[in-house]
């Protein structure tokens, strides 16, 4: 009882048994995720966005170049042979990470997202110019219909992934192109997009192969976990730094607060108590009660 646990959550994997039996240990359970900084952003998420991003097109361009399972097409092409052609749905740090390194293969890149800002973000940090469009299907269909790579990197837009792509549109798509739903963490962007594993990460549909592991960054493990720790020791550390250990750190720490999802048997979540039907209880109120 009473043991701190600090990692991510998959929701959609996520049982109310399993969410129960931890609410009776009295388990401190603190989302990875939702860590903020004290400058209010989510450093974890942003590091593993970053990874997801860059991993996306190693995997993309593995599966691309493979004679049997995809076209045996070279990423970035060579003098007299053009590249592949490589659509990114979503300008956010995944994205970018993916625009970035398709770019340095030497791929033909093309960014959709809704939002200008992020758009022109990214053609500002990525340094050169980049195809760039807001998601109009009939573009976008365009776009997949000579692409070689999709990569669906949509965040959740109040409480779900928009679901852009449809089943028509990767009918339309090259035999042995590639679909790399990072978006699959939550729902997906593309309708044809099932959970996948790292053990048995792809599966044909349409004749378009699709890769949707959830957690991408879990691929590089060695990676993935000194970007965390980098982030997660200090804030350790702090705990035996702080009188009243870590009940006064989670109090005083706002970036703290907000990640606690269960506290000592109480649920202190809104998100998964709307989704289980569990009883919520507002965490500031357990502290100002000195529950």
Same mark, same amino acid.
């Given at each position: ?52 991003? @860059? ?5 993309? %361009?593995?599966?691309? !170049? ?6 045996? *097409?070279?990423? =970035? /092409? ?86 852009? @792509? ?5 009918? %339309?798509?090259?035999? !042995? ?6 978006? *699959?963490?939550? =729902? /997906? ?58 009940d006064h750190l989670i109090q005083h720490k706002p970036g703290l607060l907000s990640a606690t999802y269960m506290y000592k048997g109480k649920l202190t979540s ?22």
């Amino acid at each position: 009882d009473g043991q701190i646990v600090i990692s991510p959550i998959h929701i959609p994997s996520l049982s109310k048994e399993h969410l129960q039996k931890c609410l009776e240990k009295k388990i401190i359970g603190i989302a990875i995720g939702n860590i903020k900084d004290d400058a209010g952003y989510y450093p974890i998420v942003r590091s593993m966005s970053q990874i997801a991003g @860059v991993q996306s097109i190693h995997i993309a %361009s593995r599966y691309l !170049g493979n004679n049997d399972q995809g076209n045996g *097409i070279l990423m =970035g /092409g060579i003098a007299g042979v053009p590249p592949a052609n490589v659509v990114i749905i979503g300008a956010g740090m995944v994205g970018e990470y993916a625009c970035r390194t398709a770019l340095g293969c030497g791929a033909q890149v093309k960014v959709f997202d809704n939002s200008i800002y992020k758009l022109m973000r990214l053609q500002r940090t990525v340094g050169q110019s980049v195809y760039t469009s807001v998601i109009n299907p009939d573009e976008l269909t365009l776009a997949l219909k000579d692409a070689d790579v999709a990569i669906g990197a949509l965040k959740m837009q109040k409480g779900v992934i928009p679901m852009v @792509v449809t089943e028509n549109m990767v009918k %339309s798509m090259r035999p !042995g192109s590639i679909v790399i739903d990072i978006s *699959i963490d939550n =729902g /997906g962007c593309f309708e044809t997009s099932s959970l996948t594993t790292h053990q048995d990460p792809v599966y044909r549909m349409h004749d378009v192969i699709h890769y949707c592991v959830p957690n991408i960054a879990s691929g590089v493990s060695k990676t993935a976990s000194t970007a965390i720790s980098n982030i997660l020791m200090p804030l350790l550390l702090s705990v035996s730094e702080t009188t009243g250990g870590t009940d006064h750190l989670i109090q005083h720490k706002p970036g703290l607060l907000s990640a606690t999802y269960m506290y000592k048997g109480k649920l202190t979540s809104k998100a998964l108590s709307r989704k289980f039907s569990l009883k919520f209880t507002d965490l500031n109120l357990i502290f100002s009660a000195n529950i």
